[in-house]
């Protein structure tokens, strides 16, 4: 089993959509989430980034944390077509740098 | 300011040869970490270097090497190239040893034949 699992996809949202991205995670050491967007033939860019549990919001997009159940999301509002892209979610322990990703979800915004 | 560069963007290799890969980090940044992306795997971490010392390492075999120069420039090295070993290599760097925020470069595309 993964450390962290996130649904693949392909997801598929018309325009103006909300979007919801989530992920699951299984190591409750885990302190530090971020949510990284990669488009094709490029590296993965930090969208957001939170501590513990909590909600963080920038513009379209809001991280939550759920601690408890181990659940992380990412909601894109009024979603666009420059936001079809691949949404990784990233974690890591307290003290470590290494970062434990998901395998990521495929999202497409159709106009 | 420039972000992380990687060199070269794409390689083509045959089984048994082996490669090395170039990273050079943000200004001012540390740390570097190499990542092998797979859409089998999805991202995994390799190592992280800060101050020319290998700080962490990831379940990789021997096979793969990396070192880190006194400007922060990092390489890495696959031996003994497999068919599995095809992949994005991205290497990021962050700041510090205690700073968060990663910053990756575009990859390296390897093919092995």
């Known amino acids: 089993q993964k450390e962290v699992e996130q649904d693949p996809g392909p997801l598929s949202v018309p325009e103006g959509a909300i979007v919801s991205l989530n992920c699951t995670y299984s190591?409750?050491?885990?302190?530090?989430f971020m949510w990284y967007r990669q488009y094709s033939r490029k590296g993965p860019e930090l969208l957001m980034y939170t501590y513990s549990s909590g909600n963080k919001e920038d513009g379209r997009f809001t991280a939550q944390v759920d601690k408890s159940s181990k659940y992380i999301s990412l909601f894109i509002r009024d979603s666009q077509p420059s936001d079809s892209a691949t949404y990784l979610c990233?974690?890591?322990?307290?003290?470590?740098?290494?970062?434990?990703f998901g395998q990521g979800t495929r999202l497409t915004i159709n106009p | 300011k420039a972000g992380v560069t990687q060199t070269p963007r794409y390689l083509i290799k045959t089984r048994g040869q082996q490669v090395t890969l170039s990273c050079s980090p943000i200004s001012g940044h540390r740390s570097v970490s190499w990542y092998q992306q797979t859409p089998g795997q999805g991202l995994q971490f390799l190592f992280e270097?800060?101050?020319?010392?290998?700080?962490n390492k990831g379940n990789f075999p021997g096979r793969f090497s990396g070192r880190q120069f006194s400007n922060s420039r990092s390489e890495m090295n696959v031996s003994t190239l497999e068919l599995g070993d095809s992949a994005l290599y991205l290497c990021a760097s962050r700041q510090g040893q205690s700073t968060d925020t990663q910053y990756f470069g575009p990859g390296t595309r390897l093919t092995v034949l």
């Open positions: 270097y800060f101050s020319e010392t290998q700080r």
């Open positions: 990233a974690t890591r322990i307290q003290g470590a740098q290494k970062l434990v």
């Open positions: 190591n409750s050491a885990f302190q530090y």
